[in-house]
């Protein structure tokens, strides 16, 4: 099950379990969609894998299984992550 992070782990942005802007990847490392796409270049900074829209648990069931509440903030080293992403950024995730 996926835990919700509450928070953008690169700028620390509120991405509560309503959010249309979370984005995750396999391993649910969660951004916003700006540092996700625009600043990573769809390229996980953690495993090199590509992002989806995290999907929104229904109101229902986050009262059963409620949402993360451990803020996860580790801002990346953007030189870093500048050659991770255009190292992978051309090559289809099926391929990294």
């Not at 969660?30 to 590509?50: H, I, M, Q, R, W």
Request: charged letters at 30%.
């Amino acid at each position: 099950m996926l835990k919700i992070r509450p928070n953008c782990e690169h700028c620390n942005k509120d991405l509560p379990n309503t959010s249309t802007e979370a984005m995750i990847c396999s391993f649910e490392c969660t951004y916003c969609k700006t540092c996700a796409l625009d600043v990573f270049e769809n390229v996980c900074p953690s495993c090199s894998g590509n992002f989806v829209e995290r999907p929104i648990r229904p109101q229902r069931e986050i009262e059963r299984n409620p949402a993360s509440i451990k803020r996860i903030f580790k801002p990346k080293d953007l030189k870093e992550t500048k050659i991770n992403s255009d190292m992978f950024k051309n090559t289809s995730p099926e391929n990294r």
